[in-house]
């Protein structure tokens, strides 16, 4: 079978991929159907929105196809960590930080969410009435304080405020690298690159440093990841991580997390502005689990329309919208012949949007995924697919249920009228000019 190769300039069509991913998806997938192709200089690059394609690269033929160039420059900030990793050394830090990372262990997560979460819904409550709030920054700030308290272990400090920023700034550098490959060569030049060099050697001696901390005074009580990997010991060698590969997982877990959950939370709450009645709903479901004004990990578990909310805004929204994956070995998709080398895109965001498999797709609509168990969703992958599938995805769930739960069941917001919001794609889904909300009078 032959797919369609992009039409038009090709000079100018890749202009338009790194000025607008999701305009030019839009309008390829638009023209050409679920799948499409564009031969580049050093490859060849396909696009698809099928569930089939993406099961089989992702899980079916998993060993066959590989991470792909766009890895190699997020490594340059993340090192070896579970993201940009591959192979064998990839699948023995997966079991490692699996073994910490299951669920039942998560569930005592919860209360330092929660805490973290009603701290920030008191910063919201003491802005005014008919104030405006730019509510993705504040996502920001709440992700990122859960993850230093669970993945560092560690409260804000000015130095890891630090790390915050180099870490956006590093990102902001990779970004460029990745839609522009000439400016790669051009950092080199204008003395960026080391910047960008000596910003990271910041970064990794700050976490050396919390790592070392952990090592002196091991904690065997509290939750976070670096306690649990200094402590952890690969079942089959016996041996424990090196310090680098603590880095590296810590500043992957950040990176992989923090704006992925705090997108995904700014986009739920856009959407819920704009559906009162669905507001109502979440709010007489927290109203009936709360204790003391908690929710805890009982209450999560009853959450059932605030989790389909959830669900619904991942598939709408979907802040991880490109997975993709470079073959390693000659085969075949669908009659689609593909080559050692081919490079294969799958947009999440246009499956999940696409009108063969979703009725009415640009509708939010959480009723959805209200009779279905998790394991029975069909056609539903912002955590990807795979052995490779997001290790944090019930973090990200119980992060995401319990701030919607108890975010929208306390304050009340309208929309700014007068903006144009427009998403954005980086290396996750961003609202552009941000998302500027009115504050209302507290219920
Ligand atoms: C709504 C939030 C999130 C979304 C949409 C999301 C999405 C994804 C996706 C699609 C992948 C697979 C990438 C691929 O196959 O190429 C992935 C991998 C990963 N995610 Fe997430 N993620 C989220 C939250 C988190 C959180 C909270 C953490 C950590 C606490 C995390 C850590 C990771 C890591 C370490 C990987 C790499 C796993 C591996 O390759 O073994 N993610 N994520």
Redesign the pocket.
């Known amino acids: 079978m032959n797919i369609p190769h992009i039409k038009g300039n090709l000079l100018y069509e890749l202009y338009l991929f790194a000025s607008n991913p999701i305009a030019f998806l839009n309008s390829q997938f638009e023209k050409n159907g679920d799948i499409f192709q564009a031969n580049i200089p050093t490859k060849r690059i396909i696009c698809s929105r099928d569930p089939k394609w993406l099961e089989h690269i992702?899980v079916k033929k998993q060993k066959d196809y590989d991470?792909d160039f766009t890895m190699r420059n997020i490594e340059f900030i993340l090192g070896k960590?579970?993201?940009t990793n591959t192979g064998d050394t990839?699948l023995k830090q997966?079991r490692l930080i699996q073994t910490a990372f299951y669920k039942g262990r998560l569930e005592s997560l919860s209360e330092i969410m929660e805490n973290v979460i009603d701290l920030q819904i008191e910063k919201i409550q003491k802005i005014n009435h008919g104030q405006k709030i730019f509510i993705d920054k504040e996502m920001l700030e709440l992700t990122a304080t859960v993850?230093l308290e669970t993945?560092f272990g560690e409260k804000m400090s000015p130095e890891l405020h630090e790390v915050q920023e180099k870490m956006a700034e590093l990102q902001e550098y990779i970004v460029k690298q990745i839609k522009f490959p000439l400016y790669y060569s051009w950092t080199r030049l204008t003395g960026e690159h080391q910047k960008a060099k000596e910003k990271l050697r910041q970064i990794n001696h700050t976490l050396y440093q919390i790592i070392n901390k952990r090592k002196e005074h091991p904690d065997n009580q509290s939750f976070n990841l670096v306690s649990l990997l200094t402590q952890a010991i690969d079942a089959e060698t016996g041996e424990k991580m090196s310090d680098q590969e603590l880095i590296d997982e810590l500043k992957?877990?950040y990176f992989?997390?923090?704006e992925?959950?705090a997108f995904?939370l700014s986009w739920a709450i856009y959407e819920l502005v704009q559906h009162p009645h669905i507001i109502q709903k979440i709010k007489e479901e927290v109203d009936s689990v709360l204790v003391n004004g908690k929710i805890g990990i009982e209450g999560l578990k009853k959450l059932k329309y605030t989790s389909a909310v959830v669900h619904e805004s991942?598939r709408l929204h979907?802040?991880?919208y490109i997975?993709?994956?470079e073959c390693l070995k000659e085969d075949e998709i669908q009659g689609v012949k593909i080559n050692k080398g081919d490079t294969i895109i799958i947009s999440?965001l246009h499956l999940h949007r696409h009108p063969k498999l979703w009725d009415n797709p640009l509708q939010f609509n959480p009723n959805r995924f209200l009779q279905l168990e998790n394991n029975s969703i069909q056609n539903w992958?912002?955590?990807?697919a795979g052995p490779?599938?997001?290790?944090?995805?019930h973090?990200?769930m119980m992060?995401?249920t319990l701030a919607i739960a108890k975010i929208m069941s306390k304050i009340n917001f309208k929309l700014y009228p007068q903006q144009k919001i427009e998403a954005e794609a980086l290396i996750t889904l961003k609202p552009k000019n941000g998302i500027l909300l009115i504050k209302q009078s507290s219920s």
């Open positions: 992702f991470k960590g579970l993201l990839w997966r993850a993945i992957t877990f992989a997390g923090h992925t959950t995904g991942l979907s802040p991880a997975i993709s994956r999440l992958y912002p955590f990807g490779r599938i997001c290790i944090g995805k973090f990200a992060e995401m």
